[in-house]
């Protein structure tokens, strides 16, 4: 006796077939990034502390999650890049690799002041499948982050950060979302 196929209720729609090869990749990846999306909301829970390093860019605070630092180096020479983006510091040296060296206001598109001094320290981050350094001024500390004390960056004057930060602290300290800003087109081709 041959099987029917099953009756879908009522109120559901059948799922529609994408009618081009394009269309059909370009459903499949949107269907993976809702996936990989639940499964990175649900590796760090919106109320778990976490600890991040404070830091300064000129007279600019910023942080990061500790979950996205490799190192810190110090006093590391970077050699600028002729006709390179502004957001593009430089290159420096890297375990015996040449890693790229950004200038962290430029990149997150806010104002450079005129006197900003030379940044003497990088931090280096995982950015997509190879490693890169924020220029930045001064080390502060690593400072415990509630997620639920964090104040949207448009609250705190900043909107011009739009997604690249997680939030502001009490003290006006930006947590940088270092996942969002790995997005950036300068990111693309690493």
């Given at each position: 006796?041959?099987t029917?196929p099953?009756?879908?209720?009522?109120?559901s729609?059948?799922?529609?077939a994408?009618?081009?090869?394009a269309?059909?990749?370009?459903?499949?990846?949107?269907?993976?990034a809702?996936?990989?999306?639940?499964?990175?909301?649900?590796?760090?829970?919106?109320?778990a502390?976490?600890?991040?390093?404070?830091?300064?860019?000129?007279?600019?605070?910023?942080?990061?999650?500790?979950?996205?630092?490799?190192?810190?180096?110090?006093?590391?020479?970077?050699?600028?890049?002729p006709?390179?983006?502004?957001?593009?510091?430089?290159?420096?040296?890297?375990?015996?690799?040449?890693?790229?060296?950004?200038?962290?206001?430029?990149?997150?598109?806010l104002?450079?002041p005129?006197d900003?001094?030379?940044?003497?320290?990088?931090?280096?981050?995982?950015?997509?499948?190879?490693?890169?350094?924020?220029?930045?001024?001064?080390l502060?500390?690593?400072?415990?982050?509630?997620?639920?004390?964090?104040?949207p960056?448009?609250?705190?004057?900043?909107?011009?950060?739009?997604?690249?930060?997680?939030g502001?602290?009490?003290?006006?300290v930006?947590?940088?979302d270092?996942?969002?800003?790995?997005?950036l087109?300068?990111?693309q081709?690493?």
């Amino acid at each position: 006796m041959p099987t029917s196929p099953p009756i879908a209720p009522a109120n559901s729609t059948p799922p529609v077939a994408p009618a081009t090869e394009a269309q059909r990749r370009e459903h499949v990846l949107r269907e993976r990034a809702a996936r990989y999306a639940g499964r990175q909301r649900a590796a760090q829970p919106q109320g778990a502390e976490f600890e991040a390093l404070q830091f300064t860019v000129g007279t600019s605070r910023f942080a990061v999650p500790l979950s996205v630092l490799e190192e810190v180096r110090t006093a590391v020479p970077v050699a600028p890049i002729p006709g390179a983006p502004a957001e593009l510091a430089g290159v420096f040296s890297l375990r015996g690799e040449l890693a790229l060296a950004l200038d962290l206001l430029r990149l997150l598109g806010l104002a450079v002041p005129a006197d900003l001094p030379a940044c003497r320290h990088l931090l280096v981050l995982r950015a997509r499948a190879s490693s890169v350094g924020l220029a930045i001024s001064e080390l502060k500390a690593v400072r415990r982050v509630a997620p639920a004390a964090l104040h949207p960056p448009t609250e705190a004057g900043l909107a011009a950060l739009g997604s690249h930060a997680l939030g502001v602290t009490t003290d006006g300290v930006v947590l940088l979302d270092w996942r969002q800003i790995c997005r950036l087109p300068i990111f693309q081709s690493l």
